[in-house]
Structure formats: structure tokens, C-alpha cells
């Protein structure tokens, strides 16, 4: 009876709710918090002499703004009475921008919507030619120096602000944008019931190489197995993945 009580709570007030209700894990949530705000606030302090050299040269490469802001979906906790459950929530994602400003978005669209699909040959005929990698790979949108922050996943650096609010972990899939959801078979969605991350199982294990299906089971895969341990090895392996491009563009 409680527990009925609290589902017709929980959807009242959030009428996105992503998943049925489930035991709430406040102890690994809270212990995993901590973990991102002092990995962000140590991070930014080191970082920060990086952070304004990257801003300088794109700013020297391209007119334009030097943050690329997009709306992204991400997920919100909520609990009661000992059970919880993920509400479908937007926010504004930031990058460095790697691309000329105002760039036209239906290229990257079309790939995505090719990609959710598994549809190869219209995947290639976007890239221009049949590649493996899982991304779009020439896109004419890029600037010279946005290809070396991409290669270096170092465009990557101002989400640490998205982790310092809140709104993403270190540790998660990653947040998805608002169009790709659109495209998204009921099943998909699970990937969205956790906090997004600059970091997470598919990117350490598969990353580029993995079509859309494997993606999103590698990251239900987490999100069914997500612990503090889990969390810490799969940002140990990181800078691995980092550091050999393995699936960058």
C-alpha cells in the first residue's frame, strides 16, 4: 500500500519519470557525488592554465564564440520512502566549440538517425565512403583546431562545469542530445536512467567502434552493474583510451 502510495506521488510530480520505482541507493549516490566534486574542483584548479591556452587558440583559429552550448538530455533522481526513480530531464551541455560557428546541424542529424538505425549504407553515404568507425568522421563543419581537440577528447574539458552543477558525473553514458531521443526505440531509453558522464563503460570498452545497439547495452550494462568500485576503474582506464585515441576522430 505504501508503495502505491509513493508511485502515485512520484507521478504526479514527475510526469517523465523514465522507469518503474526501485530500491533507492542514497549511500552510493551521495558517496559518488563527493567523488565528482573532488575530482571537478581538483581538476579545474590544475587544468585552469590549459583551459585558457585552448580558449586563446580558438579564438585565433576561427571566429566565434569559444563554448559550443547544445541542449542535451540527462536524467534527475528522485526518492521517497526508500525507493526511487529517474526523471527524463534537459540542460545546457558545454564543449569547447570545434566546429565554425552556427554550423548547419542536419549533417550530423542525418548520421545520427543512420546510426540509431544501423542503416551502413546511409551512414557512408554521409562520411563519403564505408568506414567502421561509428562516428562522423569528415565533417567539412570542423575547424584545424577542432580536430585536435576531438582527437584529444580535450573539447571535452568545460562538461567539468556540467559535473560542478549537477547535471552530469564523471562516470555515465553519455548525454544524449534532444534529436538523437527522438529516434530512440522504447528499449533505448533505458540508457537515459542515471546521471549522463564525461566518462563511462561504452567509451573504456568499445568506444567509436560499437554500433548504436551495443552502445546502448553496454551502457544498461552499467547502469544494471553502477558501484563506486565500477565507477573508479573505468576512470583508471580512461586516460588509457585517451592517451591512444583508440576511436577517436
Known amino acids: ?5 509513493i508511485l502515485e506521488d512520484l507521478e504526479r510530480a514527475d510526469p517523465f519519470a523514465l522507469n518503474p520505482l526501485v530500491e533507492d541507493r542514497s549511500t552510493y549516490f551521495v558517496s559518488k557525488r563527493v567523488l565528482d566534486l573532488t575530482l571537478t574542483i581538483s581538476a579545474l584548479v590544475i587544468l585552469l592554465p590549459v583551459l585558457i591556452l585552448i580558449a586563446i587558440l580558438i579564438r585565433l583559429d576561427s571566429p566565434g564564440p569559444v563554448f559550443f552550448v547544445q541542449e542535451r538530455v540527462g536524467a534527475r533522481r528522485h526518492a521517497r520512502g526508500g525507493l526511487a526513480c529517474w526523471q527524463k530531464v534537459t540542460f545546457p ?22 546510426f540509431i538505425n544501423n542503416d551502413a549504407l546511409a551512414m557512408a553515404e554521409v562520411q563519403g565512403e564505408d568506414t567502421s568507425v561509428r562516428k562522423l568522421v569528415h565533417d567539412p563543419r570542423v575547424t584545424r583546431i577542432g580536430r585536435f581537440l576531438r582527437k584529444s577528447s580535450l573539447d571535452e574539458l568545460p562538461q567539468l562545469w556540467n559535473v560542478l552543477w549537477g547535471d552530469m558525473s564523471w562516470v555515465g553514458p553519455r548525454p544524449a542530445i534532444a534529436y538523437e531521443v527522438q529516434e530512440y526505440k522504447p528499449w533505448h531509453l533505458q540508457r537515459l536512467e542515471t546521471l549522463p558522464g564525461l566518462t563511462g563503460f561504452w567509451q573504456v570498452t568499445a568506444r567509436s567502434s560499437a554500433d548504436f545497439d551495443e552502445m546502448v547495452s553496454l551502457d544498461i550494462q552499467y547502469i544494471e552493474k553502477q558501484s563506486l568500485w565500477l565507477d573508479i576503474k573505468i576512470l583508471l582506464k580512461t586516460p588509457f583510451v585517451v592517451l591512444t585515441g583508440k576511436g577517436a576522430t
Not at 103 to 113: G, T
Open 1 to 5: 500500500m505504501q508503495k502505491e502510495f
Open 93 to 114: 551541455f558545454v564543449k569547447f566549440r570545434t566546429m565554425v560557428h552556427n554550423a548547419d546541424p542536419s549533417l550530423h542529424r542525418e548520421y545520427i538517425k543512420a
